[in-house]
T-cell receptor, first 111, second 116 residues
Framework: SQQGEEDPQALSIQEGENATMNCSYKTSINNLQWYRQNSGRGLVHLILIRSNEREKHSGRLRVTLDTSKKSSSLLITASRAADTASYFCATDASNNNDMRFGAGTRLTVKP | DSGVTQTPKHLITATGQRVTLRCSPR?????VYWYQQSLDQGLQFLIQYYNGEERAKGNILERFSAQQFPDLHSELNLSSLELGDSALYFCASSVGGGARVADTQYFGPGTRLTVL
């Protein structure tokens, strides 16, 4: 079963706009990670945020984590056509060893 | 290039058959993870091995099995294949064993399995 659920399922924006994707999860976590997947290819790690952190930045990426609401958001600023991909959140639950991925948000950035 | 290699890239087989997918982790990584990605099920965690031993089990069917060898490469065996087993199978590797360790997973390019 999946732990994280991304929202929205699909997002289409113009180049230069910001894209916000959300992830909700069900159980307590140690860490939450965001990954990106270009069509039919392997996932690429973007950023990790620990359960005791509230916000992290990496280049044009900004991730927030609200453990009280069991949710995280990924913001991509000044989007580019090359950002077109699927974005997944992944959580490692406090009570088991494995990492669970959500269903992903499909982002399309139009040039 | 993540440093994780998977072979073969594509595999076409018939129902009832058995196939073996192979994964070589990044140099220095001790953990190998297997995932199945299909349109209707999304990305499903199957199983994790750490330094040769099974560490975690996900939604892996009894028809599927995996192992990690002393040189740390891993194989995923899929038997009695069904049409619904058609999917992308990804292998990932990480340095540590997961479990309260913030491990980044590095994904291979995947093996696309088509069962006819």
């Amino acid at each position: 079963s999946q732990q994280g659920e991304e929202d929205p399922q699909a997002l289409s924006i113009q180049e230069g706009e910001n894209a916000t994707m959300n992830c909700s999860y069900k159980t307590s976590i140690n860490n939450l990670q965001w990954y990106r997947q270009n069509s039919g290819r392997g996932l690429v790690h973007l950023i990790l945020i620990r359960s005791n952190e509230r916000e992290k930045h990496s280049g044009r990426l900004r991730v927030t984590l609200d453990t009280s609401k069991k949710s995280s958001s990924l913001l991509i600023t000044a989007s580019r056509a090359a950002d077109t991909a699927s974005y997944f959140c992944a959580t490692d639950a406090s009570n088991n060893n494995d990492m669970r991925f959500g269903a992903g948000t499909r982002l399309t950035v139009k040039p | 290039d993540s440093g994780v290699t998977q072979t073969p890239k594509h595999l076409i087989t018939a129902t009832g058959q058995r196939v073996t997918l192979r994964c070589s982790p990044r140099s220095g990584d001790l953990s190998v993870y297997w995932y199945q990605q299909s349109l209707d099920q999304g990305l499903q965690f199957l199983i994790q091995y750490y330094n040769g031993e099974e560490r975690a089990k996900g939604n892996i069917l009894e028809r599927f099995s995996a192992q990690q060898f002393p040189d740390l490469h891993s194989e995923l065996n899929l038997s009695s294949l069904e049409l619904g087993d058609s999917a992308l199978y990804f292998c990932a590797s990480s340095v540590g064993g997961g479990a309260r360790v913030a491990d980044t997973q590095y994904f291979g390019p995947g093996t696309r399995l088509t069962v006819l």
